[in-house]
């Protein structure tokens, strides 16, 4: 992947991103978009984005792999988006670190409740 075609996903992902972060009442946090030509630190391969969350401070951090990105369609994109972002919201729900898959669970739920309201009432995918 080239300068201009990793510059062009990361506006794609922008976009996307800042239009939902209006919807989902996310603007107060400070977000932060970290960008990657490959696997992300710590993450498996298949992993194209991964968020962490500090609900303490409204923090986020949002890490992106643009090559697996790139060979997305929008409505693959937009689905991943709204996924990560109910991230920051439900991360709040834990008491303790432990990943027990329950946070991950909730996150899916969310994204396709959203946008079935989003694509005025048609079931998501
Ligand atoms: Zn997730």
Same mark, same amino acid.
């Given at each position: 992947?080239?300068?201009?075609?990793?510059?062009?996903?990361?506006? =794609? !992902?922008?976009?996307?991103?800042?239009?939902?972060?209006?919807?989902?009442?996310?603007?107060?946090?400070?977000?932060?978009? +970290?960008?990657? =030509?490959? =696997?992300?630190?710590? %993450?498996?391969? $298949?992993?194209?984005?991964?968020?962490?969350?500090?609900? +303490?401070?409204?923090?986020? !951090? #949002?890490? !992106?792999?643009? @090559?697996?990105?790139?060979?997305?369609?929008?409505?693959?994109? /937009?689905?991943? #988006?709204? $996924?990560?972002?109910?991230?920051?919201?439900?991360?709040?729900?834990?008491?303790?670190?432990?990943?027990?898959? $329950? /946070?991950?669970?909730?996150?899916?739920?969310?994204?396709?409740?959203? @946008?079935? !309201?989003?694509?005025?009432? %048609?079931?998501?995918?």
């Amino acid at each position: 992947m080239n300068d201009a075609d990793f510059e062009k996903q990361k506006a =794609r !992902v922008l976009a996307m991103g800042k239009q939902w972060i209006t919807l989902l009442w996310l603007r107060w946090w400070n977000i932060e978009w +970290r960008w990657h =030509r490959g =696997r992300i630190d710590g %993450e498996s391969d $298949h992993t194209a984005m991964a968020t962490s969350s500090s609900w +303490r401070y409204a923090e986020a !951090v #949002i890490s !992106v792999d643009l @090559l697996q990105v790139a060979g997305w369609d929008d409505q693959t994109l /937009e689905k991943v #988006i709204v $996924h990560e972002l109910m991230h920051p919201i439900l991360h709040e729900m834990h008491s303790c670190n432990q990943d027990d898959g $329950h /946070e991950e669970r909730v996150a899916s739920w969310l994204q396709r409740a959203f @946008l079935t !309201v989003k694509n005025g009432m %048609e079931p998501a995918s």
